[in-house]
């Protein structure tokens, strides 16, 4: 769950793209670009290590992680 997020960097999909978000447990991610969809399925091959999708569909990196 995403408990707090940064000032908006732009939109998409309708949606507000925060500049980066912090999930309940403490970890930070901040945003990288948007992910590349086929079929109407986010293609998860082009993540890096420690990125994620949240939805409409935008990558985040793992920047902060918890003690």
């Given amino acids: 769950m995403i408990i707090e ?3 908006s960097v732009g939109e998409y999909r309708g949606r507000s793209i925060p500049a980066y ?3 309940e447990d403490g970890t930070k991610s901040e945003y ?3 992910a590349v969809e086929t079929d109407g399925a ?3 091959s082009q993540l890096a290590r420690g990125e994620c999708v949240i939805a409409p569909g935008l ?3 793992r920047t902060h992680s918890p003690s």
């Fill in 5 to 7: 997020h940064g000032p």
């Fill in 21 to 23: 978000i912090v999930q």
């Fill in 32 to 34: 990288v670009g948007i």
């Fill in 42 to 44: 986010v293609e998860l």
């Fill in 59 to 61: 990558i985040y990196k």
